[in-house]
Structure formats: structure tokens, C-alpha cells
């Protein structure tokens, strides 16, 4: 089978200047790495690698590589060259480039080293010999053990597409008419990833269809509904169904969910994949509002706000995007934000992908691979350096480390240059507490520029009263409102409510938990055997990375646990309870050691109301790939 990311060859309609035109689209330093697959021998590869007309860092989103205009012309016309060769010899698929080649490469594109324990990682991760690695085998026997998931989101879909290549029998439950989760469900204006597209999608799903950088919704939305469709997943879905309880019996073996439809399903196993981010918190508010009040994830489609006074509780990620995406419309929008936010500069966050990609990602060999990398390497395990608590740094309340007083200054610098120093909103939009401790957002400068308008006001106050026509901030000042909208996040310490589950001997999840959720891994619990959780406790990516390679590291685990299971023809696989308390302790010791534990936040989903961090993964996730990839059979026992 021809490899699916060696290009399709480009016909001989195709003109040098055809060529030349979609090349000024592209990443040069991805072009180039691209254009190492096409050379005919090493001395022209050596020209590439050794060659003058190279990146000279690599920062998030940027990706051009610092290279200046002459370097990036002279990198095309380096290429044009390459290509147009390798056109007219027929556009032979590349043959295999050696490993160490190819980490060569890796580190010419990260401008730094990439260690060795990466290159596996990122080698099956861009699956640049065609393969998809992360497939399981047919498991013979699979087909007795069938498997219920729940919840057909990100990760619930990637699920299904696992399973039903090892040959587990599966159904789907998802409360919402179609697939994607939050995608289908966060429909407010604005709404977008702040992960790049080309990294923020399947590993194994061409990313050449991507109109954005960093898609809205709608396209986001249209590329879980595609691949549930062409994967053959949607027949196995039982849309707008919700799962209330799991239920094991120990006599059976089996996992009973409970439906509120008043169906039920019994299965052997049990995928729970329904997202952290997924249940709204509205705030308990004394008073009565009379006019359209809602939550962002509950954006009603057919609400005017033209002409309308608009409050806004709230501006994490969600308010910050639907605040430039209203102030057109309204007659006023009135932000209350409880705490400041960081944001980090991305100038190019809603820049449109321009057609010489999708044709490159299509027609040149690995080009889309290596883009891939340039999103991927910036954006994972780098951040976690600086949000390392160095204990004897001070002042902790506004920085943890010296990298972290940088990252301050950077973020700092960028804030106050957006809004001309103007002295008033500069109090109110920089943060006092230290920066990454939140989810840093992404800005091009529209939040910014949206609250320098003279029709949008940000005040910086909780919310106390609600009354008729008004929204009463914690200062006591009065806002009239039409609209209520509450951008207040989501119920991210609350894993799996409001579902029950029970495992052996009927003990309920949520009463073993008490506050603290936990999961080997983050996937799975003893005492609830094949009991499998998705973006479970300790999952969750503070420091960059894609939470769609988090996810396809978590399904692994979960095929490998079944793998255990199916070969030894066993009833039941789970943690052992040393496994798991280990995970647990190791985890919650180096969340300590991280600045989403800093006392000085105020608010904040990371942490629950003891100031405890419980949903998010301090690891690399290259450790956390090897930890999934090849889980350590002592850790688990089969019954
Ligand atoms: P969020 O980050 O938790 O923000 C909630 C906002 O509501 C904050 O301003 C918070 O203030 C405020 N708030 C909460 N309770 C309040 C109360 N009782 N009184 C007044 N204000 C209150 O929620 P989100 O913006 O929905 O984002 C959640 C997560 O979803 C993000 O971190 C991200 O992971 C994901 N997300 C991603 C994207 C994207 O990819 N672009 C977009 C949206 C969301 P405090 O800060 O003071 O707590």
C-alpha cells in the first residue's frame, strides 16, 4: 500500500509557477525538511542540513523559524529546485530515511536538542513510514468481550475506532445529537481551538482540509462528524442518550449502564470518555434575572444581541473569544472578570490557512508531517519548565523561577503594548498572580482591543445579585443588562458527575474518591475492573501538547489493558492497588512542585476548593507515552 503521507504525485498539469505559488504558503523549514525526502542523494540532503538557509529557533506558532524574508525566498527557490526534480523523475515514493537521519532532522527543525527518548515518540506519532503504529492487531477472542463507551466526544470516537480495529464489539452512548463533545456543544461566537489544527487532530487522519490554523467550531465540529461517518463509528452510536449509572456485578463479570431513556446495556468492559470540561458551572447567584440568561456551552441559536446590553460573567478561555466576537453587535457588553488573565501573544491565531498547504500536505512528501512537528515540539513538554517551582525564588506570589519572571516579563510586555500603556486598563489586564498557573490564553490582540472599545467595559468584580434588568458585581456597582451571559467555566473537579458508578461489591466511585479523584494512569481504578476512564483524573495538559495525543496515549493503555485481558481469557483486568497509590502519591508530589499548585492564584479550575490540583498531568508526556505505550504487566492484575 502506497504511503498515505508520501504525496500523491503531481501531474504534468501542474507548472513550476503552480509550484511556486503554493510554496509561498508554506512553513519553509517544514519545506525544507520535506524537500530531504525528495533528494537524490546524501551530498544534496548534506547541502539541506549543513546548508547556510535554516531556522534559527522555534517558538509556538511561529513557523517560519525566525528566518528572515531573503532566507525564507532563498529556501523556496532551494526547493522549487528539489521539487521540480523529483516532478520530472515521475515522483518516486521517498525511500526510507534512517533514524538517525531523521532525528538529525528533527533537531535542524527544533533548532535544539531533541532527546533521544523523544524520537520514538515523535516518529509514531508522524508515522512517516506510512504506518499507523498506534492501530492495534486484531485481538482473536476480542469479539467476547464487548465494550460500552460513553460519551462520543475527541477521545469517546477515538475509542471506537480502536476497538473496532482490535475487534471488540462496541455501542456508543452520547447524550447530544451527534458526535464531538465539546465541539458540538460549544457553539458561541468565537469559539475555537487555541492548539494548532494540524497538531489538534487524529494522528492517523490527513490534516490537509484545515481552513484555519486554529479552526472555529463549526470546522471542528464537521471533522468529528466526517471521521465518525467515514470510520464507520455513527452506526454503533446511540445519540441523544445519556448514560445516569454503571454499574459491575461480580457474579457476572459485566458492567450494566443505566440510560435515561430507561434502556440499559451490559457489557464486559466499560469506556468512560465524557470529557472534564464538559458539565456547566453556573454560580449559585441570590436574585432573578428576567431577560435570556445562559451559559457559553448553552448558546442558544436563536438569540438576538444586536442592539442589546450584554453581561458577560466571567472571561477564562470562553469569554475571551466571545467578547471580540460580540462587540460588533451590541449596544454595550459589560465583562465581569473575577481575576485577571496571561495571555501570550499569537499574532497569527486567526489566520487562514492559505490553499499551497492542503495541496502541499496533499502532493509533497511528509510536508504535513514535518508542520506537524513544528506545532507538536514548541508546544509540548517545553512549557513545563516554566511552570517548575524553584523554591528559593521569591517573590512566589508573582513569579515561581527564574524562566517563569521571563515568561512574566514576555507576557507583560505584550499586554501593555496592546493597550498603549494606557495606566487603567493596564491594572485591570495584568495579572498580579504568576504566569502559566492558569490556562494561558492566546491573543492576537482582539481581546485587547475589544476592551479598549467605549461600548465594552471590564470590571474587574465577582458577581453578587442578580436583579430584573441588572447584574450587581461584588463591588455593589449596578450593570443593566438584556443579556446574561455566564462564561464561568465548567465543573472540572467534578469527574464523571452526574453519572454513578458502581464497581465490586457495589462501592461507588465518587464515595471512594471523597474529594480526591485519581486513576493509575488516569485511566483506571481497582475495585472497578475493565472499568476504563478518558480524560480522566490527572489527564488534563497545563503546559501545552495536543489532549488528542494525550487521548490516543490513554486509548493505547486502555487496548493494552484488554490485550492482557483477551490473551489470557480472563474476567476481569484492573490496577493493583499498590500501582495505583504509587501513581497517585508520585503525581500528587510533583503537582506540588508546580506552579498550578502556587497559593497565589485566587480562583481557578486547576484547583479544587482545598486548593488541591487533581485534573491535571504534571508529566512529560513523553514519560507519559512510554508509561501508556507499554504499561508494566506487574502494575495490573487479570482475573
Ligand atoms: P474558566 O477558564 O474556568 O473561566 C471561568 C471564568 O468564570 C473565569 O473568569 C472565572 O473567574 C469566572 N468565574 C467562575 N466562577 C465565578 C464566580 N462564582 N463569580 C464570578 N466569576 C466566576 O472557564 P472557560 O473559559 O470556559 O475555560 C475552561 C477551559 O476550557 C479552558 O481552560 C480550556 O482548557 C478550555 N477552553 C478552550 C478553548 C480553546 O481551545 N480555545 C476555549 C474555551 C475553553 P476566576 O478566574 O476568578 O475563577
Request: proline content about 6%.
Given at each position: 500500500m502506497p504511503n498515505p503521507h508520501?504525496?500523491?504525485?503531481?501531474?504534468?498539469?501542474?507548472?513550476?509557477?503552480?509550484?511556486?505559488?503554493?510554496l509561498e504558503d508554506l512553513s519553509v523549514p517544514a519545506l525544507l525538511m520535506a524537500c530531504v525526502h525528495l533528494c537524490e542523494d546524501d551530498a544534496q540532503r548534506r547541502a539541506i542540513l549543513d546548508g547556510p538557509v535554516r531556522p534559527q529557533g522555534l517558538f509556538l506558532n511561529e513557523y517560519q523559524g525566525f528566518m528572515t524574508p531573503e532566507d525564507q525566498a532563498a529556501g523556496r527557490a532551494l526547493a522549487l529546485d528539489v521539487i521540480r526534480a523529483w516532478r520530472d523523475r515521475g515522483c518516486p515514493e521517498p525511500e526510507p530515511l534512517p533514524p538517525a537521519l531523521l532525528h538529525e532532522m528533527m533537531t535542524w527543525l527544533a533548532c535544539d536538542t531533541v532527546g533521544d527518548e523523544y524520537v520514538p515518540m515523535v516518529l509514531e506519532e508522524l508515522a512517516l513510514d506510512g504506518a499507523d503504529s498506534r492501530a492495534p492487531e486484531p485481538m482473536a477472542g476480542a469479539a467476547a468481550y464487548p465494550v460500552v463507551i460513553i460519551g462520543c466526544g475527541m477521545s469517546g470516537l477515538l475509542a471506537a475506532i480502536r476497538l473496532q480495529q482490535a475487534g471488540f464489539p462496541f455501542v456508543v452512548v452520547e447524550k447530544n445529537a451527534g458526535p464531538g463533545g465539546t465541539w458540538w456543544e460549544n457553539r458561541y461566537p468565537?469559539?475555537?481551538?487555541?492548539?494548532g489544527s494540524h497538531f489538534y487532530s487524529y494522528s492517523f487522519e490527513p490534516a490537509d482540509h484545515w481552513t484555519e490554523f486554529f479552526s472555529r467550531q463549526p470546522e471542528l465540529r464537521a471533522y468529528f462528524e466526517r471521521v465518525a461517518e467515514e470510520r464507520g463509528v455513527r452506526e454503533h452510536v446511540r445519540f441523544g442518550v445519556e448514560a445516569t449509572a454503571a454499574t459491575y456485578d461480580d457474579e457476572s463479570a459485566t458492567w450494566t449502564v443505566?440510560?435515561?431513556?430507561?434502556d440499559a446495556l451490559t457489557a464486559r468492559a466499560v469506556v468512560c470518555a465524557v470529557g472534564q470540561l464538559n458539565r456547566p458551572f453556573v454560580p449559585d447567584v441570590p436574585g432573578e434575572f428576567d431577560g435570556p440568561a445562559f451559559h457559553t456551552a448553552r448558546w442558544p441559536d436563536d438569540v438576538d444581541l444586536t442592539g442589546k446590553d450584554v453581561v458577560m460573567v466571567g472571561a477564562g478561555a470562553t469569554g475571551f473569544q466571545v467578547a471580540p466576537a460580540i462587540a460588533d453587535q451590541v449596544r454595550s457588553l459589560t465583562v465581569l472578570q473575577r481575576t485577571a488573565q496571561w495571555m501570550f501573544p499569537n499574532p497569527g491565531y486567526h489566520d487562514a490557512v492559505g490553499p499551497g498547504v492542503g495541496w502541499a500536505i496533499r502532493h509533497l512528501p511528509f510536508y504535513g508531517r514535518w508542520f506537524r512537528f513544528l506545532t507538536l515540539w514548541p508546544g509540548t513538554d517545553t512549557g513545563l519548565a516554566a511552570a517548575k517551582v524553584d523554591p528559593a525564588w521569591e517573590p512566589q506570589e508573582r513569579s515561581v523561577s527564574e524562566v517563569n519572571e521571563m515568561v512574566r516579563t514576555m507576557f507583560t510586555d505584550w499586554i501593555t503594548s496592546q493597550v498603549d500603556g494606557d495606566p487603567d486598563l493596564v491594572a485591570k489586564v495584568v495579572p498580579p498572580y504568576p504566569p502559566t498557573a492558569k490556562r494561558t490564553l492566546q491573543d492576537n490582540g482582539s481581546w485587547l482591543r475589544t476592551l479598549t472599545r467605549d461600548d465594552v467595559e471590564l470590571v474587574r468584580s465577582g458577581v453578587s445579585r442578580l436583579e430584573p434588568d441588572a447584574v450587581v458585581d461584588s463591588d455593589g456597582v449596578r450593570h443593566r443588562a438584556d443579556v446574561l451571559v455566564w462564561a464561568t467555566g465548567f465543573r472540572a473537579n467534578d469527574f464523571l458527575v452526574p453519572m454513578t458508578v458502581r464497581g465490586r461489591g457495589g462501592v461507588d466511585l465518587h464515595e471512594h474518591w471523597g474529594s480526591r479523584p485519581r486513576a493509575h494512569l488516569g485511566v483506571t481504578v481497582p475495585g472497578f475492573p475493565n472499568f476504563f476512564m478518558l480524560y480522566g483524573p490527572a489527564t488534563n495538559l497545563a503546559s501545552g501538547g495536543s489532549i488528542i495525543l494525550a487521548s490516543e496515549c490513554e486509548v493505547s493503555?486502555?487496548?493494552?489493558?484488554?490485550?492482557?485481558?483477551?490473551?489470557?481469557?480472563?474476567?476481569?483486568?484492573?490496577?493493583?492497588?499498590?500501582?495505583?497509590?504509587?501513581y497517585y502519591e508520585r503525581t500528587q508530589a510533583e503537582v506540588k512542585t508546580m506552579v498550578w499548585s502556587s497559593p497565589y492564584i485566587g480562583h481557578g479550575y486547576y484547583q479544587d476548593e482545598a486548593g488541591e490540583v487533581h485534573g491535571l498531568n504534571p508529566w512529560r508526556l513523553v514519560d507519559y507515552w512510554a508509561w501508556t505505550r507499554d504499561p508494566d504487566p506487574a502494575d495490573l492484575e487479570v482475573r
Open positions: 508520501a504525496g500523491r504525485p503531481i501531474g504534468p498539469e501542474v507548472t513550476d509557477a503552480d509550484i511556486a505559488a503554493a468565537g469559539a475555537r481551538v487555541d492548539v443505566t440510560l435515561d431513556d430507561g493503555y486502555v487496548l493494552a489493558c484488554l490485550r492482557m485481558l483477551v490473551e489470557a481469557g480472563g474476567d476481569t483486568v484492573e490496577p493493583t492497588q499498590a500501582a495505583y497509590d504509587d
